[in-house]
């Protein structure tokens, strides 16, 4: 049997700049490191 749970994160502002900012910079190296 599987269980899992759902949730919501409501970061502030300044959290979700920073979290679109990791996610841009990591979305870059992947793409930069899949083109090698």
């Known amino acids: 049997m ?3 749970s759902v ?3 409501y970061p502030t502002r ?3 700049i920073s ?3 990791s996610m841009g910079s ?7 490191f899949l083109a090698k």
């Open 14 to 16: 300044k959290q979700a």
């Open 2 to 4: 599987h269980k899992h």
């Open 7 to 9: 949730f919501r994160l």
């Open 19 to 21: 979290i679109h900012k």
């Open 26 to 32: 990591s979305r870059f190296v992947f793409h930069h």
